[in-house]
């Protein structure tokens, strides 16, 4: 996919299209969230009278293959009903079909896009929202790891600690919601844990930082990610830039520190957090280490990112109304 220029655009979004949207329903998202909010969304778009479709679907494949078949009919809306990584596979799915619009109602356990989009946390509120929502441009952050793949992702990615804590939030602590999933996976994460050692390059060459020991290297399109870890909280998913952040290496009693505000309000108070914008980075570390996106691990390092300005259209709540959580 070409990169595009990165204007903004946004226009009303019509609640009716010339074929019904598709909701692609990912079962296990928020540990089987998705799954449970399905009979009350099926009531909402009764009561509504949206012209949708929700779908099941059993495995990321098929996920991924149904969303391409929507785009390849011409289906003009098709909505993720899941977090950021069920976004991440309807992205990539459709990645060339630039004329499809598309959207999420939030029932996973980060769903950090939807909230930089101005969703609610309550997937029937947010449907209300997005039925009715503005189309807007998204950037994307393009990945690619030491094995060849190529990815996007929407929300952070990086390595250090949140890539370890990605295997304990997709495994053991699947089956919990919200920020306590990944607090704890990131604490179970500390066990073992090794400070990142890594080589960042931003741009062509023109600055490299030496890092010996981080606790995260990342790079963000959101403003948040791990379920409103606020680390980036000046990004904006639209302005064709990215955020990398470093996060130096900290003792235990001083991350031990940091929790009460992590978990209460998601923020990150330290001294020890640098942040600049770029546009393109390459991350080398020694020895390799895993990379996540979206909470998915995408590979290995060394990897190259860059931004994607307008990867896609979104929908996102409209910008006259608040988005409270009232249905």
Not at 125 to 144: P, W
Request: proline share 7%; glycine share 10%; hydrophobic share 40%.
């Amino acid at each position: 996919m070409e990169d595009q220029p990165s204007q903004p655009s946004h226009q009303a979004s019509p609640t009716h299209t010339s074929r019904p949207d598709l909701l692609l329903v990912n079962p296990a998202a928020g540990g089987g969230l998705a799954r449970e909010i399905v009979p009350d969304l099926q009531r909402f778009l009764a009561e509504r009278r949206w012209q949708a479709q929700p779908e099941m679907t059993e495995s990321a494949e098929d996920f991924a293959q149904k969303a391409v078949h929507a785009a390849r009919a011409g289906r003009q809306r098709i909505i993720a009903v899941g977090g950021d990584g069920t976004f991440q596979l309807l992205l990539n799915a459709v990645r060339d079909f630039p004329q499809t619009t598309l959207g999420i109602i939030p029932a996973g356990g980060g769903n950090d896009l939807a909230a930089s989009l101005g969703l609610p946390h309550n997937p029937i509120a947010a449907a209300a929202l997005v039925m009715r929502g503005e189309t807007c441009a998204l950037d994307a952050v393009r990945v690619r790891t030491s094995e060849g793949n190529e990815r996007l992702y929407t929300g952070g990615g990086g390595v250090g600690l949140d890539a370890e804590a990605a295997r304990y939030a997709s495994g053991r602590f699947r089956n919990l919601r919200g920020r306590s999933r990944y607090l704890l996976s990131a604490i179970r994460a500390l066990a073992g844990f090794h400070a990142v050692r890594a080589t960042i390059t931003a741009g062509d060459g023109e600055a490299t930082l030496q890092i010996e020991k981080a606790l995260v290297a990342c790079v963000l399109n959101t403003p948040s990610f791990g379920a409103g870890l606020a680390l980036a909280p000046n990004a904006k998913t639209d302005d064709g830039v990215l955020d990398l952040v470093v996060l130096e290496d900290l003792s235990l009693w001083e991350i031990l520190g940091m929790l009460p505000k992590l978990a209460s309000r998601g923020e990150l108070s330290t001294p020890h957090i640098s942040r600049r914008p770029v546009t393109r980075v390459r991350i080398e570390t020694d020895p390799p280490r895993p990379f996540q996106g979206d909470g998915e691990i995408l590979g290995t390092t060394p990897v190259d990112i860059s931004v994607v300005p307008r990867a896609c259209q979104v929908l996102r709540a409209p910008r006259t109304n608040s988005s409270s959580g009232r249905v």
